[in-house]
């Protein structure tokens, strides 16, 4: 049987779970039109994994209608029962640079104690490029999980806002070293005297991976 849109949205009505998450791989080979429209079907779907699968593609095929993919992925991210759904949505949103889910993402924040959403809104905060974003940023600096502090860095980094520096300078001594690599990143994204002095103060972090790539961003910056 050849693989067409209309094989395959019936798949997606069937009872069998493993046929419905199939069609999302045989789903590749169609057109990206085709592909949109049963990908915004199973984002509905009612097992987890296949809406999990959907919504993680979107961050590619949703720049087919971005209106409609902005309106499934924040009813993800907002209704959805699983965490894993949610926060797959809060990465395809910043994957497709969504900025008018801003609010979402940062009420969605604001309500979830779970370190998994958490860490995807603010890590689609620093896709998103938004510097409304530099408060909850700001905040998710002193989180408890170090993955979310880690993410922050990154995505205050990517933000480029100049009051980032004083934020970060104090985190060169932070005893996580994937924060300290995270903070060297985003040290040499910002530019400027002062912060070519802290990633000149990395290079000779006791952790060589931090150290290494200190060194290879200042030279980096240096060289005319």
């Not at 934020?167 to 995270?182: A, Y």
């Amino acid at each position: 049987m050849s693989t067409t849109l209309e094989s395959l949205r019936q798949i997606l009505q069937s009872d069998d779970f493993g046929a419905r998450l199939h069609v999302l791989n045989e789903s590749r080979s169609l057109e990206i039109a085709e592909r949109f429209e049963l990908l915004s079907i199973a984002t509905a779907d009612r097992n987890t994994r296949v809406r999990y699968d959907a919504v993680s593609q979107l961050a590619v095929v949703g720049q087919h209608d971005l209106d409609r993919s902005l309106q499934i992925l924040r009813d993800r991210l907002i209704n959805d029962p699983e965490s894993d759904v949610r926060a797959a949505a809060a990465d395809s949103i910043g994957a497709l640079k969504l900025t008018a889910a801003f609010e979402d993402l940062q009420t969605a924040y604001e309500q979830t104690d779970e370190w998994l959403m958490q860490f995807s809104i603010i890590a689609a905060l620093g896709e998103l490029g938004d510097r409304r974003g530099f408060e909850l940023l700001t905040k998710a600096l002193n989180n408890s999980n170090d993955l979310v502090r880690i993410a922050a860095v990154g995505a205050l980094g990517e933000l480029g806002d100049p009051r980032t520096l004083e934020l970060i300078l104090p985190l060169v001594d932070d005893p996580d070293w994937q924060l300290r690599h995270r903070v060297a990143q985003a040290l040499a994204g910002l530019g400027g005297p002062v912060a070519e002095a802290a990633l000149a103060k990395l290079c000779q972090d006791p952790t060589e991976i931090v150290a290494e790539v200190a060194r290879s961003l200042l030279t980096s910056i240096e060289q005319p």
